[in-house]
């Protein structure tokens, strides 16, 4: 009773914190952005309350910009989808086909005649997995075969049709709206799940389908959950090369995904989910209005972004870089927590339940592991399927990592910046793991152990948390080559007490978190 008590006082002071804290960061922002817009790139006249837009980051500009046409072409793709299915009550052969129609005229207009570059690598690795996909050595031609050509669409910068011979070069007229090699990034992933579902197929699988249905919540009320769909293998005659080809350009995941592995998608090829009710993905779409809304709100108010791109932040007083810093993440989140959602929404109604890429707000993670299982989380889990469990799962972790990462900053980009952001990623994720073994290898006994416990874990969480701060802002802000400066900046003897402030708010932000996760033990218990 008494440890309730002191919990519930404990959480009266963390909100009254977190309220004081966000109050000072929003009003701190709302100066800068009124005192500094004039020094800033990328605003435009907005439509509330006659202030400037943020649309500095290329990326949401471009879907922002688009949106309109977007939604009207999704639309129709999904009226001429669904009445065909329902016509001919067309099943995963028959969809592929319509799908595939819908999803070429799609790429046509994106890429133009650069479509003829995705169907040749996707026709050769159809080839090489019906080929090789029975042999020892299938993982290695696999891998070697992908990420060359990862490699050489980023040197080549998407080829030129001339350097094939003149007779060619007239097709460099049509290159479409959207350069190819950028989207092909995500048809690799799609090309590997393909390849290694198609392998292991035959092959014995540990996962024990009932054992699963029986322990999983959704899965014993009916539902199906994503990872009975992705371990549960398909039939050969699906692994054909019309349902192939549907898989890697199908519309609505096409440009930004999430990611779906080839058994989940054709699974549900065949019969649509039911996850979702109509009125759940009303739901889903609403939630996805408001949300839009919040980021129109933050994009006139609070120009972080205009900020870190256009060199102003070095101007100013370690408190304002730390709010900008900190703004700049959660600016990138809301960005990529709607893009993604958008076209999941797409491809909830016409069948095809994704992963959620953002499952949990980017404010509401105390470590590394939970941080990239809720950060592009469908990438995480085509990771853990096809490159950590291959390597060798948790018997190598401290290896794996350095492999994983290595690889998510090539396949974003070949940049210095970005492989910078992974190996310090990786560094930090070393101490983490040290910590996480010896924790696990003590049990707390008593009430003043627990405390000790978790005071520990608040402490570990704010370093977690700084780490992580510090690896993003590297790898999408200021780069390799403004590590020195930000250290320098913030170990000079005025800017500590803003360190160490902002250490206790990650402490008691880590706090927060606690009470929310016990919230949400308590609430699952009951049910």
């Not at 060619?168 to 190819?180: C, I």
């Amino acid at each position: 009773m008494r440890s309730s008590s002191w919990q519930q006082k404990e959480l009266a002071f963390l909100i009254l914190y977190a309220v004081v804290f966000y109050a000072i960061v929003i009003r701190r922002s709302l100066q800068l952005s009124r005192d500094h817009y004039s020094k800033l790139y990328g605003l435009r006249p907005g439509w509330i309350s006659h202030r400037f837009n943020d649309v500095s980051d290329a990326q949401w500009r471009n879907f922002r910009g688009n949106l309109p046409i977007l939604s009207i072409v999704f639309g129709i793709f999904t009226v001429v989808a669904c009445m065909f299915r329902a016509l001919y009550c067309l099943k995963a052969k028959g969809m592929s086909i319509v799908w595939l129609l819908i999803s070429m005229a799609y790429l046509s207009y994106l890429h133009g005649a650069c479509v003829i570059f995705i169907l040749a690598i996707a026709s050769a690795n159809f080839l090489l997995v019906k080929i090789c996909g029975r042999t020892k050595y299938f993982s290695f031609a696999l891998w070697v075969f992908n990420l060359s050509f990862l490699l050489c669409n980023r040197i080549y910068e998407g080829y030129l049709f001339s350097s094939f011979g003149q007779s060619w070069a007239y097709l460099d007229n049509f290159r479409g709206t959207f350069r190819w090699h950028i989207c092909f990034n995500f048809v690799a992933l799609r090309m590997i799940s393909f390849g290694y579902d198609y392998h292991w197929a035959d092959q014995y699988n540990r996962f024990d389908q009932k054992k699963h249905i029986q322990r999983c919540v959704n899965c014993s009320s009916g539902k199906t959950c994503y990872l009975l769909l992705q371990e549960r293998g398909v039939p050969n005659d699906r692994c054909s090369f019309p349902i192939y080809l549907c898989y890697l350009v199908y519309a609505p995941l096409y440009i930004a995904g999430p990611i779906i592995s080839f058994n989940a998608f054709a699974s549900q090829l065949e019969t649509p989910q039911k996850n979702y009710s109509s009125r759940g993905v009303a739901w889903y779409g609403l939630r996805w209005l408001f949300s839009f809304f919040l980021m129109e709100l933050m994009s006139h108010f609070f120009y972080y972004n205009a900020f870190s791109i256009s060199g102003v932040w070095k101007q100013l007083s370690p408190m304002d870089i730390f709010i900008i810093g900190y703004g700049v993440l959660n600016f990138m989140w809301l960005k990529f927590f709607l893009i993604w959602r958008y076209f999941r929404f797409w491809s909830l109604i016409n069948g095809i339940e994704a992963p959620e890429n953002m499952p949990r707000c980017v404010n509401n993670c105390y470590n590394l592991e939970s941080f990239w299982k809720n950060w592009h989380a469908s990438f995480n889990k085509w990771l853990v399927r096809y490159v950590y469990i291959p390597l060798g799962g948790a018997q190598k972790k401290l290896l794996n990592i350095w492999v994983i990462f290595t690889f998510v900053a090539i396949w974003h980009d070949l940049e210095w910046k970005l492989l910078s952001w992974a190996w310090l990623t990786c560094l930090f994720f070393i101490p983490e793991m040290l910590v996480k073994s010896t924790a696990n290898a003590f049990q707390v006994k008593g009430a003043f152990g627990r405390f000790v416990f978790r005071e520990l874990r608040a402490v570990s969480g704010a370093v977690t948390i700084t780490c992580l701060m510090v690896a993003n802002l590297v790898g999408f802000v200021i780069g390799p080559s403004g590590i020195n400066w930000l250290v320098s900046e913030f170990l000079q003897k005025e800017a500590l007490p803003i360190l160490g402030g902002m250490f206790v708010s990650f402490y008691i932000g880590t706090k927060l978190m606690f009470h929310i996760s016990d919230a949400k033990q308590r609430r699952d218990q009951t049910r």
